[in-house]
Structure formats: structure tokens, C-alpha cells
């Protein structure tokens, strides 16, 4: 029986074009349905001959993601989508509808994390398994299928959701790779985010790769003590390091780097550490992007720092000159903080996993 391919491997499916013998406008016309559209497999596959449509569908694989479940917040426009990996993994992509009705995609990068972040329900997981391309791309679709139902498209894709997107970097590339793509995605690289904790020779490669992709800096701390305390890998990256990459950065896309810092009171929320911040921020393009933290279950004893705290922190940093917002979590009541509603049942099923292979 000849192999299944994924629609996502364009090379393989411009292989079975041939194979089955049908012109390449359809298999264009297919395409853009598919990848640009987003209208679905259907209706993707009513563009190509009537002869060739049965044997091109058997032989695709269009979805290697299934939804399992889809949540809708009471409280703001997010929408979680709980998928699942044909190895039988959870994992969340986030729709979020901003008050500009704008819609961003927070898409996954691996099931668990190995960054073991103390505040992050995918670092508590225990497990780091690397998703495929075909998987990244997935989320794209399902959640542009999704959207459309509302007559609405996804305008901005960020990589910030469960898993440190470097640590699957040749996965990223390629998917990345086919959201810019003209024949399939063709999504503006403005429009793509990619978020790391902080890996500066990977920060670097991919700038190199793709110059007019955005880049977010998760820094939590500007004093290398708090920052490994919030972030284990940090120990392997020193602020200095990351510090010249941040320069080198400049460099190469003549960009602002988005600066992630989560607020966490009575950890990194004081007006010394906001002085430490601007001071180790000096000179470099950057754009400093304040989180509220969602609690979550697995680290109780970590609160958001409140309100007047943080105006009064993101005031230190206006005052040296620096670009300032504040980013509401999107979501808290549907967890929409990466890998909040599947931690568990991963977990489980990895220790099932690592039992059956002993
Ligand atoms: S915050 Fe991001 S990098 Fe850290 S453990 Fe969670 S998913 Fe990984």
C-alpha cells in the first residue's frame, strides 16, 4: 500500500501531483483554500479534478492534530483549543481576540519544557518532547478553520505558548519556513513572534535566518540570581551573554527585541529591581512588555504584583526613556497560562510511556 504524506510537506505532495497526474493550477487552487482560507479539507479537496480526489485523499494526511476539547473565556476574548498528538499528547493553542479586534495565535512548540520554568505549569510537567512541523503548522490551520466560523482571521502568530520554541529549532525553521511561504501561508514576517526564555546563539541564527521576524525576550530579572530562581536554564545563559546577543541583535534586524517581564510580587517587582532593569537595558532597542501573572495550581505561594506596584515600576523605566506596556493575561479563567489544563494528563502519560519501554 503506498505511504500517506502530510499536506504539509509541499514537496511530497507536489510528488503525488504528478504521480496522480492532475495540472499544478489545481493543486494552487487546493492550496489556497487550505493554507489561506482556511475553509478545510473539504473544501480544499473540491478544487482539485473529480477523478483524482478520492486517491489524493487517501493517500494526505491533512490533520496530525485532533481537537479534543475548545474552552471560551467569560471574562475576555480568548479561546483555548486543546489538541491532541497522534502519539496521544495534549497540547493548547490560544486564540486571543484583542479590544483592537485584532486576533493573535499563541501556538505550542513542544508538550512539556525542559526550561522547568518554577511559575509555568508546561515547566512542572516533567516532560520535553519536540513537536513536528506538520504540528506547528497544525495549530495554524485548526485555529484559522476556528476563526473562521466568525467570519474573522488570525492576524498575528506568536510562539509563546507551551515550550521553548529553541529547543525545536529546526521544526520552528521549517514551519516557519511555510507560514512565509507565498504559495502556502504567506503570513507578513511581522506578524510572527517567536518567544524564547533566552538562548542566545539560537536568538542569533534565527535573526540571521529571518531578519524581519519579531523576537521576545522572556527576562523576568535583570539579577542573575533571581532570574535562575525563575528560570532554571538561566544558569546556563548569563545575563552578560545575553546581553551582547540582545546587541548583536540590534545589528542584524535594526528592530526593537520585545522584553517579556512577568510580575511577581515581592520577587522581581521592586523599584531597585525595576533601576537594575533599566540599567542593564541601557542603550539596546528594546520595547518592555509588563505580564500580570495568572496563578497556578502546582506554585500557589507566587502572586501578581498589584496594580500601584506596577505602574510604579513601569513609571522607573518611562522615566529612562524606555517604551512601556502592560499585557493583560488573556484568559485566566479558562488557564489559558501555557499548560495549565493538560499538565496532569501528560505527565501520566509519559510515566505510562517510560514504564511500557522498561
Ligand atoms: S515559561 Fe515557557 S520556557 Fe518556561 S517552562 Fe514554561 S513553556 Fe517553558
Not at 482560507?37 to 485523499?57: I, Q
Amino acid at each position: 500500500m503506498p505511504s500517506s504524506v502530510s499536506i504539509y510537506d509541499s514537496a511530497a505532495i507536489d510528488r503525488l501531483r504528478a504521480e496522480l497526474k492532475f495540472e499544478p493550477r489545481r493543486l494552487r487552487a487546493l492550496r489556497t483554500v487550505y493554507f489561506k482560507k482556511f475553509l478545510g479539507n473539504e473544501a480544499a479537496l473540491a478544487e482539485l479534478p473529480e477523478e483524482v480526489r478520492e486517491p489524493f485523499a487517501q493517500r494526505v494526511v491533512f490533520h496530525p492534530l485532533a481537537v479534543a476539547e475548545s474552552a471560551d473565556s467569560q471574562l475576555d476574548g480568548a479561546t483555548k483549543l486543546v489538541l491532541r498528538t497522534t502519539a496521544g499528547y495534549a497540547i493548547e493553542t490560544v486564540i486571543m481576540r484583542t479590544g483592537t479586534g485584532r486576533v493573535s495565535l499563541c501556538v505550542s512548540s513542544q508538550v512539556g519544557c525542559a526550561a522547568a520554568c518554577g511559575f509555568c505549569a508546561t515547566g512542572q510537567m516533567g516532560v520535553a518532547k519536540n513537536l513536528t512541523s506538520a504540528e506547528l503548522l497544525d495549530q495554524v490551520v485548526l485555529a484559522g478553520e476556528h476563526m473562521c466560523n466568525e467570519e474573522r482571521a488570525v492576524r498575528n502568530i506568536v510562539f509563546m505558548g507551551m515550550g521553548e520554541p529553541f529547543h525545536n529549532e529546526a521544526a520552528i525553521y521549517e514551519a516557519i519556513t511555510a507560514l512565509l511561504a507565498p504559495e502556502l501561508f504567506h503570513y507578513p514576517p511581522r506578524r510572527i513572534l517567536i518567544s524564547t526564555v533566552g538562548i542566545p546563539d539560537a536568538m542569533l541564527r534565527c535573526a540571521r535566518r529571518f531578519p524581519a521576524l519579531n523576537l521576545a525576550l522572556s527576562l523576568h530579572s535583570a539579577r542573575q540570581a533571581t532570574r535562575e530562581k525563575l528560570i532554571p536554564l538561566a544558569a546556563k545563559y548569563p545575563l552578560d551573554d545575553l546581553r551582547a546577543a540582545l546587541a548583536q541583535l540590534h545589528e542584524i534586524q535594526r528592530q526593537p527585541v520585545m522584553i517579556e517581564y512577568l510580575m511577581l510580587a515581592g520577587v522581581n517587582d521592586s523599584l531597585a529591581d525595576a533601576a537594575d532593569l533599566a540599567a542593564w537595558l541601557e542603550g539596546l532597542d528594546v520595547h518592555v512588555n509588563l505580564i500580570p501573572y495568572n496563578s497556578i495550581a502546582a506554585v500557589p505561594n507566587w502572586q501578581t504584583t498589584e496594580r500601584p506596584e506596577r505602574d510604579a515600576f513601569a513609571t522607573v523605566l518611562r522615566k529612562a526613556g524606555f517604551v512601556v506596556t502592560i499585557r493583560y493575561s488573556l484568559g485566566a479563567d479558562i488557564a489559558a497560562a501555557c499548560g495549565q489544563l493538560v499538565q496532569t494528563e501528560n505527565r501520566q502519560l509519559a510515566q505510562q510511556q517510560a514504564m511500557s519501554a522498561q
